[in-house]
């Protein structure tokens, strides 16, 4: 490698200057983390093609509903029929109508001017506020409670059905943000705090709070992750420079990737707030395998800049290599079709490919003005009793002792995948002290209603106000009420039914439709009032049903948007109008759910995809993709097997951790099979290859799989579902991907022996075609045997016991 070589030594010449260039450099991206700012928006996490995201967009631009709030007004003690009670719900609801941006006709409560009480006076229809004034006497009490329960539309949302909880609802305009959604309603309850009442709220912001309160948590274990990474390498390479130099390519790759994520505009949300986390171990990682390399080469040649030279030009084209596949694949997570997932993709790719830059500039020249370490711990310890005893396996019987404990490994997955449980709530990625899922829990003590779905029917101007639109919804109102998932429903059909009943008092079934077009006309004129702008568009063409639903599981709510979409296939809607199904909250999570876990188990097929194609291309060989992508294969695998055994839910939180860890498994075949290549070029059997490179590089790969998997199970104690997924799933994905590529691949190599490793000829070593079937005509190197020689193997680096 003579262009390479020249290039180090270029590097290493001037270090002076790298290091002040790097420094420049780095002065210049990081002040890019000054553009940075924390944007907790639910809309970048959607989906934004799917069919039920669109619906709702379409359904908000005219009704609202994604900045919707519920504010429960509860008595510490009896029930919400008190005249100091009612006057708090109308002073907060005058309150709320006067907040900025909010949707006045939304704002729904006993006194809101939008709920109104339709009586008959003489023939006409009278329409007035349900509460135009607090009632002070037990009767004028009694009339407004007698009122309420007369109206089934509007029995059991405004005074819950145990009579302990008043709602306010409310919405707000689109580009609002969740925070200030949360902080202009959260208002309402400030002149409140010293009377004997409490205030909850709940609504979609109301994640947007739990993101932020998530985003918190991250903020202080990432300091703890970079202590565990810094131990461990401490304890690994027993020396203050074998900490210290992985520990400053971590850090500054984690600035370089921060300062690109400012100056190219992406935020910090959710989903990448974790992205430092993730490069303080991948980068510390990659540093180890050169650092790992750099002691070796110390020990041979006693010369500090030679070492360096040496280190770099040998294991400078694998560490680009294994760089560039885990950056692509996380890049390829910007096809995604979801803002946030891209976002956070691209912020790792930032940073994974910062490392290796810096490896291949900033290292070197560091490491040529340093002193080389005065000691190099020698073999020995846990990790030199694992990789013997793997290597003794490798050649035992041909493998066949891993090929069998693989294969019960992956049965035993098969077996468990077969009990894996898709979605669930999303309230189990709030933690259960938190402040929304407290508030939520105490709403649904006396409401269990807080999801919705809504229904979206199109037509040309004026047919809102036509009978057979009315009767289709109405029907379809019915066909979902029967749904057990469904607490209550709304929409314009209740108020037309509500009117009728007001004007046909003495008929024997008072509330429904009306029996003629006339009369729905003239009920429709008579008793117009704000209300109807809940339900219906000016123009009468529009017309939206609200479903209110017991849970968002998307387990649940899934089989009830397929039951309004075959009732509307097998009924259809009268000609010129469309029906469209579904928008709301409970839809929109299951958009997300169905997108995000269908493709992320898509990701992963094009993350093995993008791996298998880098790594034919780096290895020259076809073959050698697929060795790389066959650990990656177990690990996902095995996954699933753990998702299906333990009861973990398949839903975007997993699933988004099986795809990032295909990106990251994919280092340790490629840095051994670099490894392995050039022992097997310079020992004299395959035996002593494989030994070579399992007691150097496979040395390097269990602390890289090591420092991963402690780096991310400082996240496993969190009472964040989300955050614990990481800090459990990943461990064992790095473990699993770990042990199959230093155990599983090597012995698919010796079996198949390709080119790439063995040479056209099968290669210098006496074992030849015989190892495919377990015969070996060298001596076996059993555990607690010599290992080769440390001058054979070019060995004595870092010890990673």
């Known amino acids: 490698m003579p262009r390479l070589e020249r290039y180090v030594r270029l590097l290493t010449g001037h270090a002076l200057m790298v290091l002040i260039a790097v420094g420049v450099v780095t002065a210049a991206l990081a002040a890019g983390m000054g553009r940075l700012r924390v944007a907790i928006d639910f809309e970048a996490s959607l989906p934004a093609n799917h069919p039920f995201v669109q619906i709702d967009h379409h359904i908000r631009r005219e009704f609202g509903g994604r900045n919707t709030m519920i504010v429960a007004v509860v008595p510490r003690d009896g029930e919400v029929w008190r005249t100091d009670v009612l006057r708090v719900v109308q002073e907060a609801t005058l309150a709320a109508l006067r907040l900025p941006d909010v949707i006045a006709s939304n704002v729904v409560s006993l006194a809101a001017p939008s709920v109104r009480h339709a009586e008959d006076e003489g023939g006409t229809i009278r329409v007035d506020y349900l509460m135009r004034d607090v009632p002070e006497t037990p009767e004028e009490i009694a009339t407004l409670r007698a009122r309420l329960d007369d109206d089934p539309a509007l029995r059991g949302v405004l005074v819950t059905p145990d009579q302990r909880a008043a709602l306010v609802m409310l919405d707000f305009y689109d580009g609002v943000s969740g925070q200030d959604v949360f902080a202009r309603t959260a208002s309402l309850a400030e002149p409140y705090r010293d009377r004997p009442l409490d205030f909850y709220f709940a609504g979609e912001p109301m994640f947007v709070m739990a993101s932020l309160e998530q985003s918190r948590e991250v903020a202080w274990r990432i300091p703890l992750t970079f202590l565990v990474i810094a131990g461990m390498l401490l304890v690994s390479f027993r020396s203050v420079q074998g900490m210290l130099v992985p520990m400053l390519t971590a850090t500054l790759s984690t600035l370089w990737g921060l300062g690109l994520m400012g100056w190219t505009g992406i935020v910090i949300d959710g989903w990448n707030v974790a992205v430092p986390i993730l490069l303080i171990a991948v980068a510390a990682a990659h540093s180890a395998q050169m650092l790992k390399r750099y002691g ?353 839910r398949l839903d975007m939180g997993s699933a988004s951790v099986i795809a990032m860890a295909a990106g990251i498994g994919a280092d340790y075949a490629i840095y051994f099979l670099y490894r392995l290549r050039e022992e097997h070029a310079r020992l004299p059997t395959d035996e002593a290859a494989f030994g070579a490179a399992l007691h150097t590089s496979g040395r390097a790969v ?100």
């Not at 402040?435 to 809102?464: C, D, N, W």
């Not at 599983?744 to 079937?773: E, H, I, N, S, Y």
């Open 296 to 648: 070796e080469e110390v020990e041979r040649t006693r010369d500090n800049r030679a070492a360096v030279v040496a280190s770099t030009v040998s294991m400078g084209p694998v560490m680009v290599a294994a760089g560039s596949t885990a950056a692509l694949g996380f890049a390829s997570l910007a096809l995604f079709g979801v803002r946030s997932i891209g976002n956070f993709g691209l912020s790792c790719a930032y940073g994974i490919a910062s490392a290796v830059v810096l490896e291949m500039t900033f290292i070197p020249a560091l490491r040529a003005l340093l002193p080389a370490p005065r000691r190099v711990p020698g073999e020995g310890g846990p990790t030199h009793w694992v990789l013997s005893t793997l290597h003794v396996a490798i050649f035992h019987a041909g493998g066949r002792r891993i090929l069998v404990a693989t294969v019960v490994a992956l049965a035993g997955a098969a077996l468990g995948a077969v009990f894996i449980r898709t979605y669930g709530s999303t309230r189990e990625y709030m933690p259960p002290d938190g402040m929304a899922r407290v508030h939520l829990a105490e709403i649904e003590k006396h409401f269990p209603g807080t999801v919705t779905m809504t229904i979206l029917y199109q037509g040309p101007p004026g047919s809102v106000r036509t009978l057979g639109l009315v009767r289709h919804l109405a029907a379809l109102q019915d066909e979902i009420a029967g749904d057990p998932l469904v607490l209550r429903t709304a929409s314009l059909a209740d108020l037309v039914k509500a009117l009728h009943r007001t004007f046909n008092a003495d008929d024997p079934h008072p509330y429904r439709l009306p029996d003629s077009q006339e009369l729905l006309a003239q009920l429709m004129f008579l008793g117009e009032s704000p209300a109807f702008e809940r339900f219906t568009d000016r123009a009468l063409a529009k017309a939206v049903l609200v479903a209110y639903l017991r849970d968002d599981d998307s387990a649940r709510v899934g089989p009830l948007v397929r039951r309004a979409q075959a009732w509307v296939d097998a009924h259809p809607a009268p000609e010129g109008v469309r029906v469209l199904i579904a928008g709301g909250v409970g839809p929109t999570i299951l958009a997300v759910n169905e997108h995000t876990t269908h493709g992320k188990l898509l990701n992963t097929l094009v993350v093995l995809c993008v791996i298998y194609l880098v790594s034919s291309l780096v290895l020259r060989s076809a073959l050698g993709g697929l060795y790389v992508v066959s650990p990656i294969v177990a690990t996902v695998a095995i996954l699933f097997g753990v998702l299906g055994w333990t009861g973990i």
């Open 702 to 801: 269990l602390f890289v799989a090591a420092s991963i998997g402690a780096g991310f199970s400082v996240m496993g104690f969190s009472k964040f579902l989300g955050m614990r997924l990481f800090g459990t799933l990943m461990p064992i994905a790095m473990a699993v991907s770990c042990l199959a590529a230093l155990s599983l691949m090597p012995v698919l190599v010796l079996r198949t022996r390709p080119r790439f490793v063995f040479g056209r000829a099968g290669g210098g070593g006496d074992v030849a075609a015989g190892a495919a079937a377990g015969v070996n005509s060298s001596r076996p190197w059993r555990a607690g045997r010599p290992a080769p020689s440390r001058s054979a193997r070019r060995s004595g680096g870092g010890s990673c016991s």
